[in-house]
């Protein structure tokens, strides 16, 4: 982070395209004196969301003892190093679904609604990231990121009459919208760097001068449109020139951080070969996401819900939902228990790259809010109750770690919704079935 000698005034102002816009807070508003002060003081509010789909092996993932004297099960081990800052959540419960109970799962991760039974109107409610993003996307290039791992489907039905984006999302930017999940970290990589192949600033300023020089030439042409077509016409133009403006908008605020000093990486290839190597790549684009700041709110799935992945690397060639229901058989809780441990494994490699990028006086990891977890616990039983939910909070406060909380029964995942906004400064009265906030999430 680079931080000049002179600060630029608070209001300052982008004048063109017939409208004047606000600036976000940048770095170079912050005086030069100050800066560092200002800005271990004010570190960003970031939410991060990792989801793993077909429930949990919980015997190998409930700690037996409550508070801070809880031990690491086989399932939460690879988490160790960070049993200092994570709450484990015991007790919360998704709503209940007599129907599609793996597009409930997913849709209720974020949500705390069950969605329609449906293949054509999408109907949900908006989810937590998205309401979160609507407050920190005004100050960065994109609101949010989406992404998984497994390719999903955006038609059909994928659950007993759900339509299969249900279970291939867990993002809702509104009641009727899920959000896709991008799965090619090439995709990841151009939406935000663009095509240039590399985060190197010099080639980045240059792409963004063209790419400015372009939208000046665009909008004259709709001012000399605009003269010579009928209403209905100017109100098409006014639309598209809405959409030009979102583009001048995440320009300028690239051109404000082409100088930012960020690792210098190449783009990616495409879908590596591994599962292993494709989520510690996206895991990796997250990081990047968050250190260059174009994004402070990203949903990731390392698995859409009725996956059929097998993973033959780690001894389990078995397909991963029907291994799912293993009727308490010895053989097939194993499989099934290695593969949440796999998950958490590669969410322990996340850690250790969000520890090890330094933010401010602290971590990626000290300044944000990262939830782990599933939509139902049992997968056996695809039960909706004492949800698998791993919490943390860092540094910054946010959420005091260290302990394992039990939960009272039928309290609503909802309620951790709730909290959850709290925290990240976004002031929301109700959500799903909520009935109040987890007051004790930080003081006991």
């Known amino acids: 982070m680079i931080i000049l000698k002179k600060a630029l005034p608070r209001r300052t102002?982008?004048?063109?395209?017939?409208?004047?816009v606000a600036l976000p807070f940048l770095d170079s508003m912050i005086p030069a004196l100050d800066a560092t002060r200002a800005l271990a003081a004010q570190p960003a509010r970031r939410l991060g969301v990792v989801y793993v789909p077909n429930g949990m092996a919980m015997k190998a993932w409930t700690p037996a003892v409550e508070g801070a004297g809880f031990e690491m099960t086989r399932i939460l081990q690879p988490m160790a190093a960070y049993r200092d800052r994570?709450?484990?959540?015991?007790?919360?419960?998704?709503?209940?679904?007599?129907?599609?109970?793996?597009?409930?799962?997913?849709?209720?991760?974020?949500?705390?609604?069950?969605?329609?039974?449906?293949?054509?109107?999408?109907q949900a409610d908006v989810s937590v990231d998205q309401l979160v993003a609507r407050e920190l996307g005004r100050e960065t290039q994109l609101g949010s990121l989406e992404l998984a791992l497994d390719a999903h489907d955006v038609f059909g039905s994928c659950d007993i009459g759900f339509n299969c984006q249900y279970t291939s999302?867990?993002?809702?930017?509104?009641a009727n919208t899920p959000l896709p999940m991008e799965t090619n970290p090439r995709h990841v990589f151009e939406r935000l760097f663009g095509d240039t192949g590399t985060t190197d600033s010099a080639v980045r300023a240059r792409r963004n001068r063209m790419d400015r020089s372009l939208l000046d030439a665009v909008t004259d042409r709709i001012a000399a449109l605009?003269?010579?077509v009928?209403?209905?016409?100017?109100?098409?133009?006014?639309?598209?020139?809405?959409?030009v403006r979102d583009v001048e908008r995440r320009i300028q605020m690239a051109e404000a951080q082409s100088d930012r000093e960020i690792p210098e990486v190449e783009q990616p290839a495409g879908v590596p070969s591994t599962y292993e190597e494709h989520a510690k790549l996206m895991f990796d684009l997250q990081v990047l996401a968050y250190q260059t700041d174009l994004t402070r709110v990203i949903t990731f799935m390392l698995g859409r819900e009725l996956s059929g992945r097998t993973y033959a690397e780690i001894g389990v060639p078995d397909s991963h939902h029907p291994t799912s229901h293993h009727r308490d058989d010895p053989v097939l809780y194993e499989k099934i228990t290695k593969i949440n441990e796999f998950h958490t494994s590669l969410f322990g490699y996340y850690l250790d790259k969000l520890d090890a990028a330094q933010d401010g006086d602290g971590s990626l990891l000290d300044n944000m809010l990262l939830l782990y977890g599933a939509g139902m616990s049992d997968s056996n039983r695809h039960a909706n109750t004492g949800l698998p939910l791993v919490l943390f909070g860092g540094g910054s406060e946010t959420v005091a770690g260290g302990r394992h909380l039990r939960y009272p029964e039928g309290t609503s995942i909802s309620n951790l919704h709730l909290t959850m906004?709290?925290?990240?400064?976004?002031?929301?009265?109700?959500?799903g079935n909520a009935t109040g906030r987890l007051e004790l999430l930080s003081d006991v």
């Open 86 to 122: 994570m709450l484990v959540l015991t007790g919360l419960n998704g709503v209940a679904s007599n129907a599609g109970v793996h597009a409930s799962a997913s849709t209720r991760f974020l949500t705390g609604v069950t969605p329609a039974r449906t293949e054509s109107d999408l």
């Open 230 to 243: 009928g209403a209905g016409d100017r109100a098409k133009l006014e639309q598209y020139l809405d959409a």
């Open 169 to 174: 999302t867990i993002a809702w930017r509104d």
């Open 421 to 431: 906004l709290d925290r990240m400064g976004v002031a929301v009265d109700n959500m």
């Open 13 to 20: 102002f982008l004048r063109g395209l017939g409208a004047t």
């Open 226 to 228: 605009n003269r010579d």
